[in-house]
Nanobody
Framework: QVQLVESGGGLVQAGGSLRLSCAAS????????MAWFRQAPGKEREFVAG????????EYANSVKGRFTISRDNAKNMAYLQMNSLNPEGTAVYYC?????????????????WGQGTQVTVSS
């Protein structure tokens, strides 16, 4: 089992930045592929970014490329999502997710472990 706890959400003005954190426990973190998803009201959960445990390979949704950066610290069992140049379309609940495979996939169905989510609200 893997437990994930997100933190770092909040209210930010358009153009601002936030850094989300995800603390993992229960399994060797270094063998987990980590990802961030988000879900806005009335919309499906969508992939934002992912990072493999092999070589730190990363994937990003087109909508966040160049603005968001995913990273991990295996020594601290932490994953992060640095979000810059936020816009109101970024308002959503952001979820940390993990899977026990080395490939980053973009479907929520491929991730077995989820955090409870953290709210990000971007005001215009």
């Amino acid at each position: 089992q893997v437990q994930l706890v997100e933190s770092g959400g909040g209210l930010v003005q358009a153009g601002g930045s936030l850094r989300l954190s995800c603390a993992a426990s229960g399994r060797t973190f270094s063998t987990l592929t980590m990802a961030w998803f988000r879900q806005a009201p009335g919309k499906e959960r969508e992939f934002v970014a992912g990072i493999s445990w092999v070589g730190g390979h990363t994937e990003y949704a087109n909508s966040v490329k160049g603005r968001f950066t995913i990273s991990r610290d295996n020594a601290k069992n932490m994953a992060y999502l640095q979000m810059n140049s936020l816009n109101p379309e970024g308002t959503a609940v952001y979820y940390c997710a993990a899977r026990q495979h080395l490939v980053v996939l973009t479907s929520a169905a491929d991730y077995a472990y989820w955090g409870q989510g953290t709210q990000v609200t971007v005001s215009s």
